[in-house]
Every structure is written in C-alpha cells, then in structure tokens.
T-cell receptor, first 114, second 113 residues
Framework: AQSVAQPEDQVNVAEGNPLTVKCTYS??????LFWYVQYPNRGLQFLLK??????LVKGSYGFEAEFNKSQTSFHLKKPSALVSDSALYFC????????????FGSGTRLLVRP | DGGITQSPKYLFRKEGQNVTLSCEQN?????MYWYRQDPGQGLRLIYY???????QKGDIAEGYSVSREKKESFPLTVTSAQKNPTAFYLC????????????FGPGTRLTVL
C-alpha cells in the first residue's frame, strides 16, 4: 500500500532563512509525488510535483523539492523564507493501486517569524 | 482555486437535517473527489468519481452520498446519519491519469448547530 509521512507537525523558521519541510513516502513502484499549500479557510494550492527526471523540482512561489530515491524522501525547500509563507503544507503520493487517487500526509504547519 | 467552485462557503445545519454541498468544475476533468478536513488533521477521502454516473466510496463514506449526473458537477449530501459532520469539506478534480495534478476548490465549512 502507498503511504506518505510528514514527521513534523510544525516547523519554525526566521524570515530570510532557508526552510525545509520533510516528507517520506512508501510506494510499490515509481512514486508520483506532490506538494500543496493551504492558507486558513482556503482550499489547497498546488506547488509542485515529481513524476520523473531531474531530482530537483522547481515550483510556485520560489519553492523547490528534492526527490531522493534511496532515502524515499521528497522534502520541500525554499532558500529564503517569507512571513507570507506561513501556512499548512501537505505532501501527497498518487495511489497507483487504486484509481490514481492521492494519499495525503498529515500536514506540517510552517511558521515564519519576522 | 481557479476552475473549481464550491458553494456555499459557510453552511449551518440543524441536527437531523440533510444538506447538500455543491461542487462545479469547468476544467473538463474526468475525475472528481470529496475530502473532509478536521482541525489539525489531514485530508480524508469521502467519495470519488472517475466518470459520469459512476462513483466509489473513499475511506469515510458512511453518512454521506454523492451523484455524478454531469461531468462538471459532483454534489455531496451530508445525511443525518453522519454523526459528527462539522468539518471543512474540499472538492477536487483531475484528468484521469497517474501524472495529472489534482486541483482543489475553495472549500465549504459546515457547522452543526
């Protein structure tokens, strides 16, 4: 069965510092991985996805994610955090065994302090 | 949120009532989904539909019902059988393919009075 884990409930970082939000996955085949961001009382916004190719994926708002097959990880990164990046971040993996639905992690709250 | 609309944004329900949440998409996507989000928790899949007139139960379908009579519409009914319906409900859609991105609507917050 496919699964994804976000080991940190919250990440705190100072504005201007680099940020990392962690995600690990477990799949039986090639992983199709996604990152989303959610602001309060809003839907999820797509940030980026890894399907194949370059292990460093660039996405919206200056975010990028690094796919590491040996460590089964897909960590979200940004070189310089903004206060406006404070939000809830979800990692997801596509369930290739069951109609291609997405399986979501529990979410990580990012708090960027001024 | 573009391309997927959900209404209403806020909904209040009395105990024992059925309520229907609307989800419409103009992205010509094949598949549509309903998720439930509780405070401090991730998303849980309620129902999904890959084609018109067909849908499948997700992980927490009890107390909910759906229909898919048109490609662009996937309404969710929260029935009185759902014992704890207060939550944030999210609708999503994507083309039917393993690499396709799933896009979300803005959500409906349901509160039981």
């Amino acid at each position: 069965a496919q699964s994804v884990a976000q080991p940190e409930d919250q990440v705190n970082v100072a504005e201007g510092n680099p940020l990392t939000v962690k995600c690990t996955y477990s799949v039986s085949g090639n992983p199709y991985l996604f990152w989303y961001v959610q602001y309060p009382n809003r839907g999820l916004q797509f940030l980026l996805k890894y399907i194949t190719g370059d292990n460093l994926v660039k996405g919206s708002y200056g975010f990028e994610a690094e796919f590491n097959k040996s460590q089964t990880s897909f960590h979200l990164k940004k070189p310089s955090a903004l206060v406006s990046d404070s939000a809830l971040y979800f990692c997801a993996v596509r369930d290739l065994d069951s109609s291609y639905k997405l399986i979501f992690g529990s979410g990580t709250r990012l708090l960027v302090r001024p | 949120d573009g391309g997927i609309t959900q209404s209403p944004k806020y909904l209040f329900r009395k105990e024992g009532q059925n309520v229907t949440l609307s989800c419409e998409q103009n992205l010509n996507h094949d598949a549509m989904y309903w998720y439930r989000q509780d405070p401090g928790q991730g998303l849980r899949l309620i129902y999904y539909s890959q084609i018109v007139n067909d849908f499948q139960k997700g992980d927490i379908a009890e107390g909910y019902s759906v229909s898919r009579e048109k490609k662009e519409s996937f309404p969710l009914t929260v029935t009185s059988a759902q014992k704890n319906p207060t939550a944030f409900y999210l609708c999503a859609s994507n083309n039917f393919g393993s690499t396709d991105t799933q896009y979300f609507g803005p959500g409906t917050r349901l509160t039981v009075l």
